[in-house]
């Protein structure tokens, strides 16, 4: 029983503490009535009885600081009176408070907004399993190396056949299909992709199954997987949709799938995507050789290096160059992780700002600390007074606290809504969609279209 | 900050308290005076020590309290033993007494 009365006391205390004092007052105004009674009864004047009983009764104002130490919330209340004090003072002095805030927004606002862009583009992984072992492989052309091109999917079959460096290869490429349904046809966005693909991405059914590879071979039924907001957003997430045929570009495709909510391609195409269908090629077909229009990612096998895996792929890429030169001769080979394909030209820029905000952080703080120091010179006669009035030091130091908590809050409140405008909603160098307060997506505008 | 001379031996005026309420519940300034007058005087309460212990008990859920008008016609504060103090009164007063007998003892010894 004893918490309960003690929660409802302290909650008392807290919420209304009015109440509580206007009650001791009177209970102690009583108390020296009393007194005074009882005296005046023993033959004092009353003028002499009141004078008595107030010294019998001691100095009230300790009387009334005991009885709230006794309260158990003397440290709620002395933060709320510092808290009040501070502010009162910041009122007066509006140069200081205003410098001082304004100097801790500046500060917080822009490391904030850099360290916003940092989580954003460097730190927050891909949003794949192991996202650092996804490599990135294009076909370039050495008259123009900076021109990554994307790759073909009969080369992409001979890598995966030939190289041990990967544990899954994958291409894919985006594809609008018309869907016939009963209110007319629209059109759906789709991602047409290897099954090799989903294994890179890390990609998990949530009913059905993945894309296999016996659905590429030609002349097997088509097959459609759904993504997660599709299923949900056009079917409601219907549980027996497995199994179902849409009608896709006139011809039907048998729903075998859907995948789990976030499994989302790279978005380095128009658009999102809502099914993914099976790429219908026959890697043996040397007319596809030159079709680079899709692009590769590959799954590192485990111990295996990005260097590695340069290694013997540049000697694959030899081997095919002299089995296919017609198509093969002029083209060159790149790796590079994911990560760095994203963000690779911004990594340097982006930590150097990191840097030079951090500085501008402790320039800040200790621009404060000389602030608060020329302040407290000043002040020595006001603290002189509290403490002859009776505060020890720790209650000086919580005074002090109290203050900077003050400055440091408000400054912090000030700096983040300025961080929020500072952090810019895009930017032509960086990843798109990676800045902002917003859910990672990253799409390079300078990406090459897959169409050019 | 001065702390205050201990009028009584720090913890038994909350046993005092506690046993003066188990008489009949009281205002704080009737509780002060009854406890002079059973000891003749002997002891004086601080007033101030007297709120904050009363105060702390009522915390503690031992006492509760209530205001109530006084034969004189004044609204008072009123103090009342729980059943958790009347436990407590039980448990304190066996540790006095184990406490005084022991002193005694010790100031006997020859």
Same mark, same amino acid.
């Given at each position: ?15 209304? !503490? ?39 009764? /001691? ?25 009040? #004090? ?40 891909? !949003?794949?399993?192991?996202?650092? $072992? ?11 190396? $900076? ?49 090799? &693909? ?12 993945? #894309? ?27 549980? /027996? ?45 040397? $007319? ?100 002859? &009035? ?26 983040? #809504?300025?961080? $929020? ?13 990676? #800045? ?17 | ?34 406890? =002079? ?30 205001? =109530? ?42």
């Amino acid at each position: 029983m004893r918490w309960i009365s003690e929660i409802v006391f302290r909650l008392r205390a807290t919420l209304c !503490p009015g109440r509580l004092e206007r009650e001791m007052d009177e209970e102690m105004a009583f108390h020296l009535e009393m007194e005074a009674r009882k005296l005046l009864q023993r033959g004092m004047t009353p003028e002499e009885a009141m004078k008595q009983a107030r010294r019998n009764f /001691g100095e009230p104002m300790r009387h009334k600081e005991r009885a709230r130490e006794s309260w158990g919330i003397t440290m709620i209340m002395n933060l709320r009176n510092d808290v009040r #004090l501070t502010l009162r003072s910041l009122r007066r002095n509006p140069v200081f408070a205003g410098v001082a805030i304004f100097t801790l927004a500046l500060g917080i606002g822009a490391n904030t907004a850099t360290f916003s862009v940092v989580n954003g583009v460097l730190l927050r992984s891909l !949003p794949f399993p192991r996202a650092d $072992r996804i490599v990135f492989l294009c076909e370039v052309r050495p008259d123009e190396a $900076r021109n990554c091109h994307t790759a073909s999917p009969p080369n992409v079959a001979d890598w995966a056949n030939q190289s041990g460096s990967f544990e899954a290869l994958g291409v894919f490429r985006w594809w609008p299909f018309m869907l016939g349904t009963s209110e007319g046809s629209r059109s759906v966005a789709a991602t047409i992709a290897t099954p090799g &693909l989903m294994d890179v991405l890390g990609f998990q059914p949530a009913l059905g199954r993945l #894309l296999q590879p016996e659905d590429q071979a030609e002349g097997r039924r088509n097959v459609v997987v759904l993504s997660h907001d599709f299923w949900q957003s056009r079917f409601g997430g219907d549980p /027996g949709i497995v199994g179902t045929t849409l009608d896709l570009d006139g011809s039907p495709f048998e729903v075998v799938g859907v995948l789990r909510e976030g499994n989302d391609p790279p978005s380095l195409q128009p658009g999102i995507t809502q099914i993914w269908t099976p790429l219908h090629i026959d890697p043996r077909d040397e $007319r596809h050789r030159n079709w680079r229009g899709f692009y590769a990612l590959g799954r590192l096998a485990p111990g295996v290096s990005l260097s590695e895996a340069r290694q013997e792929m540049e000697s694959i890429r030899v081997g095919l160059a002299t089995q296919h030169p017609e198509t093969n001769a002029e083209w060159g080979l790149q790796l590079t992780t994911l990560q760095d394909r994203v963000v690779g030209g911004v990594r340097t820029t982006l930590l150097f700002f990191l840097g030079a905000v951090g500085l501008v952080l402790l320039i800040t703080c200790a621009n404060i600390a000389n602030l608060i120091l020329a302040r407290m010179s000043s002040r020595e006669r006001e603290l002189g007074i509290r403490a002859a &009035l009776g505060a020890d030091a720790r209650r000086l130091a919580g005074l002090l606290l109290a203050e900077g908590l003050v400055l440091a809050s408000l400054g912090a409140g000030l700096g983040l #809504l300025l961080a $929020r405008f500072l952090i810019p909603s895009s930017s032509p160098w960086l990843p798109q969609g990676s #800045l902002g307060w917003g859910r990672w997506n990253w799409t390079p505008r300078s990406w090459p279209s897959p169409w050019g | 900050m001065g702390r205050d001379k201990p009028d009584m031996i720090r913890g038994t005026l909350d046993m005092l308290i506690l046993k003066v309420l188990s008489l009949e519940p009281m205002h704080g300034w009737g509780v002060s005076e009854r406890i =002079q007058q059973i000891s003749e005087d002997a002891l004086q309460v601080n007033q101030g020590s007297l709120y904050a212990s009363l105060h702390k008990l009522t915390r503690e859920g031992w006492i509760r309290s209530y205001w =109530q008008v006084t034969e004189n016609n004044r609204r008072a504060r009123y103090y009342a033993l729980t059943r958790a103090g009347e436990r407590q009164l039980g448990l304190e007063r066996e540790h006095w007494e184990r406490l005084a007998s022991a002193v005694t003892r010790i100031l006997a010894a020859t």
